[in-house]
C-alpha cells in the first residue's frame, strides 16, 4: 500500500481532490524532507552560529507552543491526533539538528540520524496525511465528481483504498452525529470469504488507533458478509464489553455458573450501555436468573441489569453504568396525544425509548389493566398521566377513589364522574353497569358486534383506586356487588367502549375480594408492577402474562450512585439515595419493559405540573341517551358532582336515600309511599341481579329483635344512623344499616333526611 493510497484524513473533514493532487502534495513533502535532511547533516560541521542554535530552537519551541494551543481542549478527541502528527517533522527535525550542534567534533551518527529521519518522515508524509484530503471518486465509482464526500462515503472509500481485494463496506452507521464511531458491515466478492484482517490492518484503513476497530461475524450470515465496529473514542467501553464477554463465558454460560449453555452470541457497546445478545441451546428453554447475572458481573444495583427475552431461547442481557432511570423528564401535552393507535406516551424505558400504553385497542375495543404498588411506588402519578391524557384525547374517565378522594385529588372536577369511598364508587360501578348494558342492546339492535370510537358513543374508561379497600370492605353485600359488578364489566365492556383499570397495593386474592377472575381479566390488558412489598406479588403479577424465562427484581425504595452495599459501608442516610417513585415493569402485549413514569414534583399535597396536563376544557361526558338509559342511573348520574354518598358507611343506606329509587323487580311498594321511595334497590341492581343481597328486604336473614330495638329507641325521636349503632353495640353496623331499611321497607320507619331516622307514626 503506497503513501499515496494512505494519504487520508483522521479526524478533519474530508476534501475529495484529484489523485494527481495528492501526488504532487506527497512529492513536495518528500523533496523537503530530504535538503532538510542534507541541511541537518551539514549544518553542525560549519563555524558555530548562534543563528543555528536561535533557528533550531525556535522552530522546536514555537511548534511546541502551537501544539499546546490546539490541543489544550479535551473534547477535540481525535483532532489531538491530527495536531501532533502536524507537528512531529518539525519536533523531531529540531531535535535531531541541536543534538548534532551540541555534539563536538564529527560522528557518523550525525549522517545516519538526518538521513533515517528523512526516511521515515518521507514514508508516514504526515502533513499530507493530516491535511485532510481523500481521492475524489470518478463517475463511474458512483459518485459526483463535483461534489463532497460525507463521512459514510469517506469511509467507504477508505477501506477500498486500503484493502485493494474487492471487499466493500456498506451499511455505514455512525454511532452519533459528533463522533467518528461507527459499524459496517464487509461484503466479499460472490463465492469469497472476507479476509482475516489484523487489528493492525483494520486499524490502519481508517487511520484509528490499534484496537478499537473490531470484527465480528454475523449471526445467520455467512463468511462472505462480516460487521466491523469501530470506537477510536470509546475505547473503554468497548474494552469493558469485551471483560464481560469474557464473564460470560466463565461465570455465566459455564457448567455451574448463572445460566449454563446460555450462549453469548453477540455484543455492542454503546457510551452508558453494553448489550449482549444471548441464546439458549436449541430445545432448551432461555432462563436467565437476574439476581445470579448481577452477581457474575460484580453489579451491586440490580437496576442497572435489564433483561428481556423473546420467550423461547433468546434474550437480551443490557447492563449500564449507572441507573438509566435516575432523571426522567416531564410531561408534555404531546406525550399525552392519542395516536391513531390509541397510543399514549407515560414515561421512558431503560433504553432511552419512549414508554407508550394503549387508552383502547383499534381492534379489541376498551381495554382493562392493573397497576400494583406500595404506598410512594408512584401510582398516583401514572394514574393522573393517564387521566390527563384520556381529557385530552376525549375520554370519558370515572374515578372511583376508594380512600375518600385522598389518592387522587388531581383529579377531582377535572373528570366526568370522581366518586370518593367505597359507597359512592359502587353506585358510580352500577351506572357503569347500566350503560354498558343500554350500549349492547343498541349494538344489537344496529348488529354490530365490536366498538368503534365515537360511532356513536365515546370512550368510558373506568379507573379505581384502592380498590382493595372495596373489595374486602366489612360489608359482605357491597363486597359481593363490587366483585360481581368489576367482574361484569371486565368480562364484556371490551366490545361496548367501556375499560376498567384498577390500582391496587398488592394482587393477593384477598384484597381483591377473594376473586381470581378479576385478577386474571385485569391482567389481560397493561400491568404495571412498581415497588411492591413481597415477591409474591411480584410472582402473582408475572403468572401468565410474563416471557418465558423473564425474572423480575423488586424495585427497592432508594438507589445510590455507588450501590446500596457501599450506602451502607460508608454510614450514609437512606434520604441520601434517590427515590425510585415511578419505576415499573410494564408488561404488554407479550413483553417486558422497564420503565420509569414522567417525573412531576409534589407541592403541599397535589402535582401541580399534573393538574396543568388536564387543560382547562370541560371533561368529557355521556351522550344524553346513555344518562337517560335507566331511571335510577340517570338520577345517580345527574348528581355525580355533588358527592351525596361520600360518607355514607354502607350501600343499603345509600340505596334508601337514593334519588329516584325504586323497588326491585317483583316487590311491590308499601302502602302509603306516595314518593315510591320504599329504600330497595334502584334499577341497576333490579332484575338479573335481584338476587345479590344489599341488605334490604332481600337480605338472607334479620337479626333477632334487632328492628324492635330500633323502634325502641326512635319512640325518643329521630336519631341518627350513628347514635343507632352506637347504642347497639352488640350488632354489626351493616345489621343496623339493613334493619333500618327493613323497617322503612314495611312502613314502620321513615327517614327526614339522609342518615336521620324516625319512627314512620311520629
Given at each position: 500500500?503506497?503513501?499515496?493510497?494512505?494519504?487520508?484524513?483522521?479526524?478533519?473533514?474530508?476534501?475529495?481532490?484529484?489523485?494527481?493532487?495528492?501526488?504532487?502534495?506527497?512529492?513536495?513533502?518528500?523533496?523537503?524532507?530530504?535538503?532538510a535532511?542534507?541541511?541537518?547533516?551539514?549544518?553542525?560541521?560549519?563555524?558555530?552560529?548562534?543563528?543555528?542554535?536561535?533557528?533550531?530552537?525556535?522552530?522546536?519551541?514555537?511548534?511546541?507552543?502551537?501544539?499546546?494551543?490546539?490541543?489544550?481542549?479535551?473534547?477535540?478527541?481525535?483532532?489531538?491526533?491530527?495536531?501532533?502528527?502536524?507537528?512531529?517533522?518539525f519536533?523531531?527535525?529540531?531535535?535531531?539538528?541541536v543534538?548534532?550542534?551540541?555534539?563536538?567534533?564529527?560522528?557518523?551518527?550525525?549522517?545516519?540520524?538526518?538521513?533515517?529521519?528523512?526516511?521515515?518522515?518521507?514514508?508516514?508524509?504526515?502533513?499530507?496525511?493530516?491535511?485532510?484530503l481523500?481521492?475524489?471518486?470518478?463517475?463511474?465509482?458512483?459518485?459526483?465528481?463535483?461534489?463532497?464526500?460525507?463521512?459514510?462515503?469517506?469511509?467507504?472509500?477508505?477501506?477500498?483504498q486500503a484493502?485493494?481485494?474487492?471487499?466493500?463496506?456498506?451499511?455505514?452507521?455512525?454511532?452519533?452525529?459528533?463522533?467518528?464511531?461507527?459499524?459496517?458491515?464487509?461484503?466479499?466478492?460472490?463465492?469469497?470469504?472476507?479476509?482475516?484482517?489484523?487489528?493492525?490492518?483494520?486499524?490502519?484503513?481508517?487511520?484509528?488507533?490499534?484496537?478499537?476497530?473490531?470484527?465480528?461475524?454475523?449471526?445467520?450470515?455467512g463468511?462472505?458478509?462480516?460487521?466491523?465496529?469501530?470506537?477510536?473514542?470509546?475505547?473503554?467501553?468497548?474494552?469493558?464489553?469485551?471483560?464481560?464477554?469474557?464473564l460470560?463465558e466463565?461465570a455465566?454460560?459455564?457448567?455451574?455458573?448463572?445460566?449454563?449453555?446460555?450462549?453469548?452470541?453477540?455484543?455492542?457497546?454503546?457510551?452508558?450501555?453494553?448489550?449482549?445478545?444471548?441464546?439458549?441451546?436449541?430445545?432448551?428453554?432461555i432462563?436467565?436468573?437476574?439476581?445470579?447475572?448481577?452477581?457474575?458481573?460484580?453489579i451491586?444495583?440490580?437496576?442497572?441489569?435489564?433483561?428481556?427475552?423473546?420467550?423461547?431461547?433468546?434474550?437480551?442481557?443490557?447492563?449500564?453504568?449507572t441507573?438509566?432511570?435516575?432523571?426522567?423528564?416531564?410531561?408534555?401535552?404531546?406525550?399525552?396525544?392519542?395516536?391513531?393507535?390509541?397510543?399514549?406516551?407515560?414515561?421512558?424505558?431503560?433504553?432511552?425509548k419512549?414508554?407508550?400504553?394503549?387508552?383502547?385497542?383499534?381492534?379489541q375495543?376498551?381495554?382493562?389493566g392493573?397497576?400494583?404498588?406500595?404506598?410512594?411506588?408512584?401510582?398516583?402519578?401514572?394514574?393522573?398521566?393517564?387521566?390527563?391524557?384520556?381529557?385530552?384525547?376525549?375520554?370519558?374517565?370515572?374515578?372511583?377513589?376508594v380512600?375518600?378522594?385522598?389518592?387522587?385529588?388531581?383529579?377531582?372536577?377535572?373528570?366526568?364522574?370522581?366518586?370518593?369511598?367505597?359507597?359512592?364508587?359502587l353506585?358510580?360501578?352500577?351506572?357503569?353497569?347500566?350503560?354498558?348494558?343500554?350500549?349492547?342492546?343498541?349494538?344489537?339492535?344496529?348488529?354490530?358486534?365490536?366498538?368503534?370510537?365515537?360511532?356513536?358513543?365515546?370512550?368510558?374508561?373506568?379507573?379505581?383506586?384502592?380498590?382493595?379497600?372495596l373489595?374486602?370492605h366489612?360489608?359482605?353485600?357491597?363486597?359481593?356487588?363490587?366483585?360481581h359488578?368489576?367482574?361484569?364489566?371486565?368480562?364484556?365492556?371490551?366490545?361496548?367502549?367501556?375499560?376498567?383499570?384498577?390500582?391496587?397495593?398488592?394482587?393477593?386474592?384477598?384484597?381483591?375480594?377473594?376473586?381470581?377472575?378479576?385478577?386474571?381479566?385485569?391482567?389481560?390488558?397493561?400491568l404495571?408492577?412498581?415497588?411492591?412489598?413481597?415477591?409474591?406479588?411480584?410472582?402473582m403479577?408475572?403468572?401468565?402474562?410474563?416471557?418465558?424465562?423473564?425474572?423480575?427484581?423488586?424495585?427497592?425504595?432508594?438507589?445510590?450512585?455507588?450501590?446500596?452495599?457501599?450506602?451502607?459501608?460508608?454510614?450514609?442516610?437512606d434520604?441520601?439515595?434517590?427515590?425510585?417513585?415511578?419505576?415499573?415493569?410494564?408488561?404488554?402485549?407479550?413483553?417486558?419493559k422497564?420503565?420509569?413514569t414522567?417525573?412531576?414534583?409534589?407541592?403541599?399535597?397535589?402535582?401541580?405540573?399534573?393538574?396543568?396536563?388536564?387543560?382547562?376544557?370541560?371533561?368529557?361526558?355521556?351522550?344524553?341517551?346513555?344518562?337517560?338509559?335507566?331511571?335510577?342511573?340517570?338520577?345517580?348520574?345527574?348528581?355525580?358532582?355533588?358527592?351525596?354518598?361520600?360518607?355514607?358507611?354502607?350501600?343499603?343506606?345509600?340505596?334508601?336515600?337514593?334519588?329516584?329509587?325504586?323497588?326491585?323487580?317483583?316487590?311491590?311498594?308499601?302502602?302509603?309511599?306516595?314518593?315510591?321511595?320504599?329504600?330497595?334497590?334502584?334499577?341497576?341492581?333490579?332484575?338479573?341481579?335481584?338476587?345479590?343481597?344489599?341488605?334490604?328486604?332481600?337480605?338472607?336473614?334479620?337479626?333477632?329483635?334487632?328492628?324492635?330495638?330500633?323502634?325502641?329507641?326512635?319512640?325518643?325521636?329521630?336519631?341518627?344512623?350513628?347514635?343507632l349503632?352506637?347504642?347497639?353495640?352488640?350488632?354489626?353496623?351493616?345489621?343496623?344499616?339493613?334493619a333500618?331499611?327493613?323497617?322503612?321497607?314495611?312502613?314502620?320507619?321513615?327517614?327526614?333526611?339522609?342518615?336521620?331516622?324516625q319512627?314512620?307514626?311520629?
Amino acid at each position: 500500500m503506497s503513501t499515496i493510497d494512505q494519504a487520508a484524513p483522521a479526524a478533519d473533514t474530508p476534501k475529495s481532490v484529484p489523485g494527481h493532487v495528492i501526488y504532487r502534495r506527497v512529492l513536495a513533502e518528500r523533496t523537503s524532507y530530504t535538503l532538510a535532511a542534507a541541511g541537518m547533516a551539514v549544518g553542525p560541521q560549519l563555524d558555530d552560529s548562534a543563528w543555528s542554535y536561535l533557528a533550531s530552537g525556535g522552530i522546536g519551541l514555537g511548534t511546541l507552543a502551537w501544539l499546546y494551543a490546539k490541543t489544550k481542549n479535551p473534547d477535540q478527541s481525535l483532532g489531538v491526533l491530527t495536531r501532533a502528527q502536524r507537528a512531529i517533522p518539525f519536533l523531531t527535525a529540531a531535535g535531531t539538528y541541536v543534538a548534532n550542534l551540541i555534539t563536538p567534533g564529527f560522528n557518523w551518527w550525525e549522517v545516519v540520524a538526518p538521513a533515517a529521519w528523512a526516511s521515515l518522515m518521507g514514508w508516514m508524509a504526515p502533513l499530507t496525511r493530516s491535511a485532510g484530503l481523500v481521492l475524489e471518486l470518478t463517475e463511474q465509482q458512483g459518485a459526483d465528481p463535483g461534489k463532497p464526500l460525507t463521512y459514510t462515503e469517506f469511509l467507504a472509500v477508505k477501506w477500498a483504498q486500503a484493502t485493494g481485494d474487492g471487499t466493500r463496506l456498506v451499511s455505514i452507521t455512525p454511532f452519533r452525529a459528533d463522533r467518528p464511531d461507527f459499524e459496517a458491515v464487509v461484503v466479499a466478492q460472490a463465492g469469497k470469504a472476507v479476509p482475516a484482517f489484523t487489528e493492525v490492518q483494520l486499524a490502519a484503513a481508517f487511520d484509528f488507533p490499534v484496537g478499537t476497530v473490531k470484527m465480528r461475524p454475523i449471526q445467520g450470515s455467512g463468511p462472505g458478509r462480516m460487521r466491523v465496529v469501530a470506537r477510536p473514542t470509546t475505547e473503554d467501553t468497548e474494552r469493558t464489553a469485551e471483560g464481560l464477554r469474557g464473564l460470560w463465558e466463565t461465570a455465566v454460560a459455564a457448567p455451574g455458573g448463572a445460566a449454563p449453555g446460555v450462549d453469548l452470541i453477540d455484543h455492542r457497546a454503546e457510551p452508558h450501555r453494553i448489550v449482549l445478545l444471548v441464546a439458549s441451546p436449541p430445545g432448551k428453554e432461555i432462563r436467565l436468573p437476574h439476581t445470579a447475572i448481577c452477581s457474575a458481573f460484580g453489579i451491586d444495583d440490580p437496576s442497572r441489569l435489564v433483561i428481556e427475552t423473546d420467550g423461547i431461547r433468546q434474550g437480551v442481557v443490557s447492563v449500564y453504568k449507572t441507573n438509566p432511570l435516575m432523571k426522567v423528564r416531564k410531561a408534555t401535552v404531546d406525550d399525552l396525544k392519542m395516536d391513531e393507535k390509541g397510543r399514549i406516551t407515560i414515561g421512558i424505558c431503560h433504553d432511552g425509548k419512549p414508554a407508550r400504553m394503549r387508552l383502547w385497542d383499534p381492534g379489541q375495543g376498551a381495554l382493562r389493566g392493573i397497576t400494583a404498588g406500595v404506598t410512594g411506588a408512584g401510582k398516583s402519578v401514572l394514574q393522573n398521566l393517564i387521566l390527563a391524557a384520556e381529557k385530552r384525547s376525549g375520554v370519558v374517565s370515572w374515578v372511583g377513589d376508594v380512600q375518600g378522594g385522598m389518592s387522587l385529588p388531581e383529579a377531582e372536577g377535572r373528570v366526568d364522574w370522581f366518586a370518593k369511598g367505597p359507597v359512592e364508587t359502587l353506585l358510580m360501578l352500577s351506572v357503569a353497569h347500566a350503560v354498558m348494558k343500554y350500549r349492547e342492546r343498541i349494538s344489537n339492535e344496529m348488529k354490530r358486534g365490536d366498538f368503534a370510537l365515537g360511532r356513536p358513543w365515546p370512550l368510558i374508561n373506568i379507573t379505581l383506586d384502592e380498590i382493595n379497600r372495596l373489595l374486602s370492605h366489612p360489608d359482605e353485600a357491597m363486597r359481593k356487588a363490587a366483585a360481581h359488578l368489576i367482574a361484569d364489566i371486565q368480562k364484556t365492556g371490551r366490545k361496548v367502549g367501556i375499560g376498567i383499570r384498577l390500582a391496587v397495593q398488592s394482587l393477593h386474592l384477598k384484597d381483591l375480594g377473594d376473586d381470581d377472575a378479576i385478577r386474571q381479566q385485569g391482567k389481560v390488558g397493561a400491568l404495571f408492577l412498581m415497588r411492591t412489598a413481597s415477591s409474591s406479588t411480584k410472582e402473582m403479577g408475572l403468572d401468565g402474562i410474563a416471557p418465558a424465562g423473564f425474572q423480575i427484581e423488586n424495585i427497592p425504595a432508594r438507589i445510590y450512585e455507588n450501590g446500596q452495599i457501599q450506602a451502607l459501608f460508608s454510614g450514609e442516610d437512606d434520604e441520601d439515595g434517590e427515590s425510585t417513585a415511578g419505576m415499573a415493569y410494564m408488561f404488554l402485549d407479550g413483553r417486558a419493559k422497564f420503565m420509569r413514569t414522567f417525573f412531576a414534583e409534589k407541592v403541599d399535597g397535589v402535582y401541580p405540573d399534573l393538574i396543568a396536563l388536564y387543560g382547562e376544557d370541560p371533561p368529557n361526558g355521556l351522550t344524553e341517551g346513555e344518562a337517560k338509559a335507566a331511571q335510577a342511573a340517570a338520577a345517580l348520574y345527574g348528581v355525580r358532582h355533588t358527592n351525596p354518598y361520600a360518607d355514607c358507611d354502607t350501600l343499603a343506606q345509600a340505596f334508601a336515600d337514593a334519588p329516584g329509587s325504586t323497588p326491585a323487580a317483583g316487590t311491590p311498594a308499601p302502602d302509603g309511599d306516595s314518593d315510591g321511595d320504599s329504600g330497595e334497590a334502584p334499577v341497576p341492581f333490579a332484575g338479573p341481579y335481584a338476587d345479590i343481597p344489599f341488605g334490604l328486604a332481600n337480605d338472607p336473614g334479620e337479626e333477632p329483635g334487632l328492628q324492635d330495638q330500633i323502634l325502641d329507641l326512635l319512640a325518643d325521636g329521630p336519631k341518627s344512623l350513628k347514635e343507632l349503632r352506637e347504642a347497639l353495640p352488640g350488632f354489626q353496623p351493616s345489621s343496623v344499616s339493613n334493619a333500618c331499611s327493613q323497617l322503612k321497607a314495611k312502613g314502620l320507619a321513615k327517614t327526614v333526611k339522609r342518615g336521620i331516622w324516625q319512627r314512620a307514626d311520629s
